[in-house]
């Protein structure tokens, strides 16, 4: 089965702090991607990579970056967290574009920013 | 902006009976649909996939697709306690083939 390990399941921040979310697919996938989700809003696109060193735009980029140094790792950076980036962090993969093919979800990190 | 709607719910349903889950696509150039459970704590999984016209059966689960109505919908035959949870529709046009999900129907069946 495939796994996506993100690596934390809670986490506390400070307003101001610079924050890391990391996620780690182990089945070779080409595409990741990172959402959140909030109570009533669904599951909106953050930002996602096609493959290694690549990284797109999803609907809701500002505020976040990303990198993909290693074709495994995807990185959510919040390179200043404010209190409206709480909330629950998703990342996903897949086995590369196509019609058929699905996400695999990581079990989220739940992001409090105080 | 491509939209994706569900009715937010909750949909309450008996234990036994057919729930049944709606959700229209704003992107007449969609060509893959995708419903994803969702239990309360947990990630989304998926459960089916449908990406031509008319009807997909897995089990208890039956996606059916209207392409020229923009409409896909979920059916549950003999709704069991445990199907209780979120349901994601999601859907994805060609190309870069990028899922835009709803906010998801909640269903809760009762015994």
């Given at each position: 089965?495939?796994?996506?390990?993100?690596?934390?399941r809670y986490l506390v921040k400070r307003t101001g702090e610079k924050v890391f979310l990391e996620c780690v697919q182990d089945m070779d996938h080409e595409n990741m991607f990172w959402y959140r989700q909030d109570p009533g809003l669904g599951l909106r696109l953050i930002y996602f990579s096609y493959d290694v060193k690549m990284k797109e735009k999803g609907d809701i980029p500002e505020g976040y970056?990303?990198?993909?140094?290693k074709k495994e790792r995807f990185s959510l950076i919040l390179e200043s967290a404010s209190t409206n980036q709480t909330s629950m962090y998703l990342c996903a993969s897949r086995r590369d574009r196509g019609v058929n093919e699905k996400l695999f979800f990581g079990s989220g990190t739940q992001l409090s920013v105080l | 902006q491509k939209e994706v709607e569900q009715n937010s719910g909750p949909l309450s349903v008996p234990e036994g009976a057919i729930a049944s889950l709606n959700c229209t696509y704003s992107d007449r150039g969609s060509q893959s649909f995708f419903w994803y459970r969702q239990y309360s704590g947990k990630s989304p999984?998926?459960?089916m996939f449908?990406?031509?016209n008319g009807d997909k059966e897995d089990g208890r689960f039956t996606a059916q697709l209207n392409k020229a109505s923009q409409y896909v919908s979920l059916l549950i035959r003999d709704s069991q306690p445990s199907d209780s949870a979120t349901y994601l529709c999601a859907v994805a046009s060609g190309g870069s083939y990028i899922p835009t999900f709803g906010r998801g129907t909640s269903l809760i069946v009762h015994p």
């Open positions: 089965d495939v796994k996506v390990t993100q690596s934390s970056s990303v990198s993909r140094e | 999984e998926l459960i449908i990406y031509s």
